[in-house]
Each structure stands twice: as C-alpha cells, then as structure tokens.
C-alpha cells in the first residue's frame, strides 16, 4: 500500500514519502508522506510494501510532543 487516497474529489494522490527528521538516519527509520491535506501517512523504511498508518496531522502533533516530553 503505497499511496495514499484524497477523498474530497475523489482523485487519487500518490504519496512521496521522505524519511522522518525524528527517525535518526541510521537507516531503519519511519517514512512520512506530507504531500496529502490533513493527513499524514507513515509507514517503516524497512518494508516500503508494508502497512502504512494514516492519522490527521492534530494527532501526529500530539505524539511527537508525547514522544518530547518523555
């Protein structure tokens, strides 16, 4: 599952996946797609044929300043 869907106009948008500043650059990193309105796709750099996780861009907020505080 390698795009992501717009449902608005009912057109499809591919998603062009980056890897993520927080991820670290050692390779085995988390892939985000910020190319699709309001939401955010991430998936593993590891299995770019894997599952991808698609949360709004508020939620994907709220984690990493989870993530800070820990």
């Known amino acids: 599952m390698n795009s992501a869907r717009q449902d608005s106009s009912s057109k499809s948008v591919k998603a062009q996946?980056?890897?993520s500043t927080y991820s670290?650059?050692?390779?085995?990193?988390?892939?985000?797609?910020?190319?699709?309105?309001g939401l955010v796709p991430v998936r593993d750099s590891?299995?770019?044929?894997?599952?991808v996780?698609?949360?709004?861009?508020?939620?994907?907020r709220a984690f990493?300043?989870?993530?800070?505080?820990r």
């Open 17 to 19: 996946w980056r890897a």
């Open 24 to 37: 670290g650059g050692q390779g085995n990193c988390v892939e985000i797609a910020d190319n699709i309105p």
């Open 46 to 51: 590891t299995r770019p044929g894997g599952p």
């Open 53 to 60: 996780v698609v949360c709004g861009r508020p939620a994907r």
């Open 64 to 69: 990493i300043g989870y993530l800070r505080w």
